[in-house]
């Protein structure tokens, strides 16, 4: 099995142009995973992309019912765990970690913040790509790009418009 690599974006609150941006920029991923806040902006991702796209539905949301809070998404045995991340505000690093525990992944992906974030804790990846839109961390638009290499995720590399 080769090398793949998974796009992360949270956060596009209908920024068309951004997510334009993002997929030309960004290296080739055989799926993107979207945090949610404009989940439905998954389907134009998914239109410029080429690939499928697995979003949750975030706190902006609102009328996004067929979407899941929380799913999780296997990549070559890798299984990725995604929320927005909205639905905690105290010890929200712990219960991500719990939750990639108790879903038995090896990363946890979440939004809200608009700000990145990448920290490894109990074997468990926790990302944040930022808001490909509106960034809270002075940068221009932010997403991630995860790699998986013999059912193993090696890393995540975090990237700026």
Same mark, same amino acid.
């Not at 929200?92 to 804790?121: W, Y």
């Not at 995860?146 to 059912?151: A, H």
């Given at each position: 099995?080769?090398?793949?690599? /998974?796009?992360?974006?949270?956060?596009?609150?209908?920024?068309?142009?951004?997510? +334009?941006?993002? *997929?030309?920029?960004?290296?080739? *991923?055989?799926?993107?995973?979207?945090?949610?806040?404009?989940? +439905?902006?998954? +389907?134009?991702?998914?239109?410029?992309?080429? *690939?499928?796209?697995?979003?949750?539905?975030?706190?902006?949301?609102?009328?996004?019912?067929?979407?899941?809070?929380?799913?999780?998404?296997?990549?070559?045995?890798? /299984?990725?765990?995604?929320?927005?991340?909205?639905?905690?505000?105290?010890?929200?690093?712990?219960?991500?970690?719990?939750?990639?525990?108790?879903?038995?992944?090896?990363?946890?992906?979440?939004?809200?913040?608009?700000?990145?974030?990448? +920290? #490894?804790?109990? #074997? /468990?990846?926790?990302?944040?790509?930022?808001?490909?839109?509106?960034?809270?961390?002075?940068?221009?638009?932010?997403?991630?790009?995860?790699? /998986?290499?013999?059912?193993?995720?090696?890393?995540?590399?975090?990237?700026?418009?």
């Amino acid at each position: 099995m080769s090398q793949r690599r /998974i796009g992360i974006v949270s956060d596009s609150h209908g920024c068309v142009y951004n997510i +334009e941006c993002m *997929v030309k920029k960004a290296p080739e *991923v055989v799926c993107w995973i979207h945090a949610g806040d404009y989940c +439905e902006d998954a +389907e134009i991702l998914a239109a410029y992309a080429g *690939v499928p796209v697995y979003s949750v539905r975030g706190n902006n949301d609102l009328y996004a019912y067929q979407k899941p809070d929380c799913r999780d998404v296997a990549v070559d045995g890798v /299984i990725i765990t995604v929320i927005h991340g909205h639905q905690w505000y105290d010890n929200r690093l712990k219960k991500l970690i719990e939750l990639g525990k108790n879903h038995q992944a090896s990363l946890v992906v979440f939004g809200h913040t608009h700000c990145q974030m990448l +920290e #490894k804790r109990e #074997k /468990i990846l926790i990302v944040n790509p930022g808001s490909i839109s509106l960034p809270r961390d002075g940068k221009t638009g932010t997403y991630a790009v995860g790699t /998986i290499d013999n059912s193993t995720l090696v890393g995540v590399q975090l990237y700026e418009l």
